[in-house]
Structures are given as structure tokens and as C-alpha cells.
């Protein structure tokens, strides 16, 4: 069976690439996740995805495991060139969302597929950022209290769910819906066969 | 609680109606599902939605059950003027798929809500039809072999699933994503609104 290392502590990304039935394996890993004065979102997503990847390889590689690829992500929620992040407090949640109401903002999730050097071949990276933009409903002041109070925005970039409560919402996407997921499942499937990994193994499921 | 009926044998809109928080309890109902000559998709798909919706909620009436509405709703795919529905045979299911391949085409639902009068109510129905555009990679027939040998397609319309392995197959999507896996939360959300059942009543989860 061909699996990957999956470095995310999110389960939304578990159950993608369980969705598209890519064996994984679970590693953890720590980076700084500042973005860079001035940097762009599209350029933070895909930096940090492969900052992740690269040194959860690295890790691998050093402790002697077998040099089996690693995927990183990073999502974030965009709007007039403002990195919209998770919300510090219900208050500021429900600011995100009315600033976010009755426009179209963009998702955009940077992905990494990181293999580490050994003796016998060399380092390979592979990198893609995608974005799909999100229409949002125009929403009375109410309703986003009553969201925000289930609790629901609280660890999200963008202080929603699009596959939970937040699903709502949103009146239409256009692009990938997985990637507001968390990860874009066709975009991330082509990377891992890159790397000789097949989706539809179905001894995953 | 609030509740309404769900007559529907689809899991998935079990699934899709749990992730908004809208309790339901579910009915059984059979109708004739044949296209009358010359039905558009959306005409058909609607008159179907209200058919079962109607059938259901005068069974519950007339066997004396609280007229709690009761939802309905149907999916197909269209391309060129032509309803795609589940394929007979695996060969079906590779040819419909190769038809797609490449292409954007629709996937409409009808949506209903029916609620059948009583002495102290008047019957009340609304109905909604929803369309998602989906545009399908172009595919290689072998990649479309292994995909259909997985078994996904046999029981879905247009022989594919997006909530599962078939979510590799498509490109982008414009429109409403719980729509294409068979049933619009945001419009299905304010339709239950307009009956007085409440989104997100978080005592179902």
C-alpha cells in the first residue's frame, strides 16, 4: 500500500483524504506561522505549506524512517488584500462575518508534497495554491450572533464552517469545495500520483 | 423542538440536514418517478420534489399524525437538453462519464415543503428548484475504468458521487455544493424558516 505523511493537526483534512481514499499517516510538526511583512496571501498559504512539509520530511529522514512523501496545508480567508485568521473572541467573529456579508471573498489553500534527500535520490518538492471564492448571503446582524454563539467560528480562519453550521451562509462558490475545506481534494490527488501515490485505494475504506 | 418530516431514502441528505441542525424524523413514500414527454429537468425535478412532499404529508394527515411539513427533494444531472440519471451497468456508468468528461453540466434539485391542512390550518407547499454548475476535467477512459470499478457510480445520478471518490473528477464547481451532493442546505434552511423550523438547533448534534 502507498501512503503519505499527513503534517496538519485538522481532522477536516484526515477525512478528505480519507474521502479520496489516499492511505495516510499521521505526523506532527511546528513552524512559525507569522506571515512576512507585506506578503501576499497566496504567497503566505503556499510558504507555509511547504515550510510544514519540509521540515516534517526532514524529521523523518534524520529519525531513519523511510523517505515516504509528507502533505502540508494552509488555508486562509482573503478579502481587499486583508488576511482574514481565526477569531481571538465571539465579539470579533461576528466583525469578520459582517465585514464578510452579502460579498464574495476568497479561500485560498496553499499545498506542499515534500520528499526528503537520502543516498539514493534526491529531494523533491511539489507546491500548488488554489482559491475558490465564496459568495456570502447578506445577513442581518442576528443571525450572526445566533451562529457565532454555537461556538462554530471560534477555531476557523474567517469565523465560519462551510461543512457545519456555516454551510448556511453561503449562497454559492465558485472553484473547489473541498479547498474551503481545507484541502483541494482533485489538485491534491494529481501532486500525491506525481509522487506515485494512487487515490481510490480502497483498502482505505 | 422543531421538527419536519423527511421523505427521502438518501443517507446523504440525512447527513446534509444533520450538519444545519434541522431535526427531522423520516417517512416513506413511493411516486411514479418517470419524466412526463418532453419535462425539462427542472420542471421534472420540482413536480417530483412536490409529489413526494404532497403523497407524504396526506398519509400523515389522514392517519391523524401532527402536521409537522414534511420535506422532499429531488437531484438529476443534465447536459445538452438530456437527464442523466443512474446508470444500468458499468458500461453505463464509463460511457455517461466520457460524455461529461471535460464538460460543465448541470445538477438541478428540487426542493419542497409540504404541509397538508387540517380543520384549523390551511394546507401551505413551497417549492424551490436550485441548479450547480460542474465542470468535469477532461479524463483518460482507463482513469474512468478504475474510477467506476470502485462501484461508486451504480446507485448515483450522472454515475458519480462528489462527496466521495468522485470529488477527484471535478474541477470547480459554481453554485451551491450541498445542492450537487442532493440538497441545497442555504435554500432548504429558508424554506424551513418559512414554516417556522429553526437552522441550527444545536440540540440534534
Not at 40 to 57: H, N, W
Not at 147 to 161: F, I
Not at 163 to 171: D, K, N, R, S, T
Request: charged content about 25%; overall charge negative.
Amino acid at each position: 500500500m502507498q501512503f503519505l505523511y499527513l503534517a496538519s493537526r485538522s481532522p477536516r483534512r484526515r477525512e478528505l483524504l480519507r474521502q479520496v481514499g489516499i492511505p495516510f499517516r499521521l505526523i506532527d510538526v511546528e513552524v512559525d506561522e507569522s506571515p512576512l511583512e507585506g506578503e501576499a496571501a497566496i504567497d503566505y498559504v503556499g510558504r507555509l505549506a511547504r515550510e510544514k512539509a519540509q521540515t516534517a520530511a526532514r524529521q523523518l529522514s534524520a529519525s531513519g524512517w523511510e523517505s515516504a512523501p509528507v502533505l502540508a496545508a494552509d488555508t486562509t480567508v482573503a478579502l481587499d488584500g486583508r488576511i482574514l485568521g481565526k477569531p481571538v473572541s465571539a465579539e470579533d467573529a461576528v466583525n469578520m462575518l459582517m465585514y464578510l456579508s452579502g460579498r464574495k471573498h476568497a479561500v485560498h489553500t496553499g499545498v506542499a508534497l515534500f520528499r526528503a534527500g537520502k543516498a539514493d535520490r534526491v529531494e523533491k518538492v511539489e507546491i500548488c495554491v488554489v482559491t475558490t471564492h465564496v459568495c456570502f448571503a447578506p445577513f442581518e446582524q442576528q443571525e450572526i450572533e445566533r451562529y457565532v454563539a454555537t461556538g462554530e467560528p471560534m477555531d476557523k480562519a474567517g469565523a465560519y464552517g462551510i461543512q457545519g453550521y456555516g454551510g448556511v451562509l453561503v449562497e454559492r462558490i465558485e472553484g473547489s469545495y473541498s479547498n474551503v475545506v481545507g484541502l483541494p481534494i482533485r489538485e491534491t490527488a494529481t501532486l500525491a500520483a506525481r509522487f506515485g501515490i494512487a487515490c481510490w485505494q480502497t483498502e482505505n475504506n
